[in-house]
């Protein structure tokens, strides 16, 4: 189940973007005592009481004739679809303001819940000011300052009651969840529907939890099965349909996190972009298996050195998915479409592969006497086993003598040599350093 959704908006200049900065525990948003300063949404991850939220910083809306205004509009109301709960910011310094009630006139339509938060309540002196804030019609105001970090106990309380509550996921699924991600324009809705076309059957569609997105289940030919989650979801009519790249960042970022293996899916006309990295970057981190979809490759003039170019330029701008297996296909001539799913099912095998310690420490060693140890200040590495803890992705425990000698080369090298023993492709994995009592 994807992460609950926070989407804090209100008017400019009432410290949205500190509130941001608290809640995700980073410095992420630009603050600024300008008006205006976040135009786009801003995604960053939280955790309260052991629930971990996304939460979406949105540009302050205002019915002010400004630069941009329309689009920050815009902006926030995309996120509020978004979200599970809302958090609506105000401050008590300049009390109730027309622009506080236009937001929550726009609130009041969304059918979200919505929590009020009156910031900048610095001292005691302030809290009999929050009063006046009960004449918006959102329940009771939570006195805040971001700038402290003054009652975010209390209010982060009441946005985790609010979420949704988390589904127990069924014992033993074999389905193998997949999602095809990708910039606006590099063909997935023709990849989606011509591997559906292509000797599939078709289970079910399915309703997803990102909102108007249809999952399908299908069948391959073997009786694979597999549940394709659903990306695109941008149905809304009206100027809502048509926002920005960051809507689709959004989406694909849910769709991600309820998947088990990952498409990324590139433009061969366009080459690679910064949000193609950013996105698969985020699906790496988040221990999927990947596989990289070179679509319309129909559509380049080649010669004996094209395909062996356009890899090398994927693994110079993707050098953390070296493991990710590539294939170049055409959605429109169906070139290579079959082996998706093949590949797909070979990713889920690495990612559910278990390796007996014995066999895992014999590569260890193996590896060990053949590229000793790093040494520090005199001090020697010490290695003494490792074992295998989890699947999806496969996490390994190393036991050592002293964890922080442990480099980032060297670890590569062990990962490597893994790797290379019991073939691991299209899954990243995780090797934690342990200090052996």
Same mark, same amino acid.
């Given at each position: 189940m994807p992460n609950p959704v926070i989407a804090i908006v209100g008017r400019p200049n009432v410290g949205k973007?500190? !509130?941001?900065?608290?809640?995700?525990?980073?410095?992420?948003?630009?603050?600024?005592d300008i008006p205006g300063v976040t135009r786009?949404?801003?995604? +960053?991850?939280?955790?309260?009481?052991?629930? =971990?939220? *996304?939460?979406? &910083?949105?540009? $302050?809306? *205002?019915?002010? *004739?400004e630069p941009f205004m329309s689009q920050i509009k815009l902006q926030a109301q995309v996120a509020m679809e978004e979200a599970d709960v !809302?958090?609506?910011?105000?401050?008590?310094?300049? $009390? #109730?303001?027309?622009?506080?009630?236009? #937001?929550?006139?726009?609130?009041?339509?969304?059918?979200?819940?919505?929590?009020?938060?009156?910031?900048k309540t610095d001292n005691p002196e302030m809290r009999t000011d929050v009063f006046d804030?009960?004449?918006?019609?959102?329940?009771?105001?939570?006195?805040?300052?971001?700038?402290?970090?003054?009652?975010?106990?209390d209010l982060l309380d009441a946005i985790v009651s609010e979420f949704p509550v988390v589904e127990q996921e069924e014992e033993e699924d074999t389905t193998i969840k997949f999602c095809l991600i990708g910039r606006p324009n590099v063909g997935k809705s023709s990849l989606v529907n011509s591997i559906l076309g292509e000797e599939r059957v078709i289970v079910s569609d !399915?309703? $997803?939890?990102?909102?108007?997105?249809? &999952?399908?289940?299908?069948?391959?030919?073997?009786?694979?099965?597999?549940?394709?989650? *659903?990306? +695109?979801? !941008?149905?809304?009519? $009206?100027?809502?349909?048509?926002?920005t790249e960051k809507y689709s960042v959004m989406r694909a970022l849910r769709a991600i996190d309820r998947s088990?293996?990952?498409?990324?899916?590139?433009?061969?006309?366009?080459?690679?972009?910064?949000?193609?990295?950013? #996105?698969?970057?985020y699906a790496h981190d988040a221990g999927k298996g990947i596989l990289i979809l070179v679509n319309k490759w129909d559509k380049l003039e080649k010669d004996n050195h094209t395909m062996k170019n356009f890899e090398e330029k994927i693994r110079d701008e993707f050098q953390y998915l070296s493991y990710a297996p590539i294939l170049y296909v055409s959605a429109i001539t169906k070139q290579r479409l079959s082996n998706i799913p093949e590949k797909i099912k070979e990713i889920s095998l690495s990612q559910n592969k278990r390796i007996s310690s014995s066999l895992l420490n014999d590569v260890l060693m193996d590896a060990?006497?053949?590229?000793? =140890?790093? =040494?520090?200040?005199?001090?020697?590495?010490?290695?003494?086993?490792?074992?295998?803890?989890?699947?999806?992705?496969?996490?390994? #425990?190393?036991?050592?003598?002293?964890?922080?000698?442990?480099?980032?080369?060297?670890?590569?090298?062990?990962?490597?040599?893994?790797?290379? +023993?019991?073939?691991?492709?299209?899954?990243?994995?995780?090797?934690?350093?342990?200090?052996?009592?």
């Open positions: 973007s500190t !509130i941001f900065n608290r809640l995700a525990g980073e410095r992420i948003s630009i603050v600024d786009d949404r801003i995604y +960053a991850r939280g955790e309260w009481l052991g629930r =971990t939220f *996304d939460i979406i &910083d949105t540009g $302050g809306i *205002d019915i002010a *004739d !809302i958090l609506l910011i105000t401050s008590v310094r300049e $009390g #109730v303001t027309e622009g506080d009630e236009n #937001v929550a006139r726009i609130l009041y339509q969304s059918g979200k819940p919505v929590l009020l938060a009156v910031n804030f009960y004449s918006l019609g959102l329940g009771n105001p939570y006195p805040i300052s971001g700038s402290h970090g003054l009652g975010l106990g !399915i309703a $997803g939890t990102t909102r108007d997105a249809i &999952d399908t289940l299908f069948e391959d030919p073997d009786g694979a099965e597999f549940q394709m989650i *659903d990306t +695109a979801g !941008i149905r809304k009519k $009206g100027k809502v349909s048509e926002a088990d293996i990952v498409c990324v899916v590139l433009n061969a006309e366009e080459g690679i972009q910064e949000q193609d990295k950013k #996105v698969a970057g060990i006497s053949r590229n000793p =140890t790093p =040494t520090d200040k005199g001090r020697r590495l010490k290695i003494y086993y490792m074992t295998q803890v989890a699947v999806k992705p496969p996490t390994f #425990v190393l036991f050592v003598n002293e964890p922080e000698m442990l480099h980032f080369s060297y670890q590569r090298f062990i990962e490597n040599q893994i790797r290379k +023993a019991f073939e691991f492709e299209g899954t990243p994995f995780r090797i934690i350093a342990r200090k052996k009592k």
